[in-house]
């Protein structure tokens, strides 16, 4: 979280799950909470052992195993090889929807959970 913007910030979850975090400014960062899967599927898949493509990367845990990110993948770049994180061809920001927080207690109300509009790729639907 105190890397470069832009850079991965990885940690374990409760010492189970691994968690990618997009680095925003020093010292603040957006958990990845899932992507849409477009290359390596059959690695993904294997990794996951599950078929279902929406069910590949739909949550943090999920999306690290599918993607075998672990703390190696600490502050490297995200718009680079491993990751290349981008939004979709067509896509516009205006597409990007912003909601409710979710699987936390606290602070609940705040809208700083964003997602693409019509993906079927969420780990949870606005």
């Not at 390596?40 to 590949?56: F, I, P």
């Not at 943090?60 to 993948?73: I, N």
């Not at 409710?100 to 705040?110: C, E, M, N, T």
């Amino acid at each position: 979280m105190f890397g470069a913007s832009g850079s991965a910030y990885v940690y374990r979850s409760y010492g189970l799950h691994w968690c990618l975090n997009a680095v925003c400014l020093p010292g603040s960062a957006v958990l990845v909470r899932a992507i849409e899967p477009q290359s390596k599927l059959d690695l993904m898949r294997a990794n996951r052992g599950v078929d279902d493509l929406r069910l590949l990367c739909s949550g943090p845990g999920r999306l690290c195993q599918a993607l075998a990110v672990d703390a190696s993948y600490d502050g490297l770049p995200l718009d680079e090889l491993p990751f290349q994180f981008k939004l979709p061809s067509g896509a516009r920001t205006s597409s990007i929807l912003t909601g409710h927080r979710v699987g936390i207690s606290k602070a609940v109300d705040l809208e700083w959970r964003f997602g693409l509009a019509g993906s079927s790729y969420l780990s949870r639907k606005f």
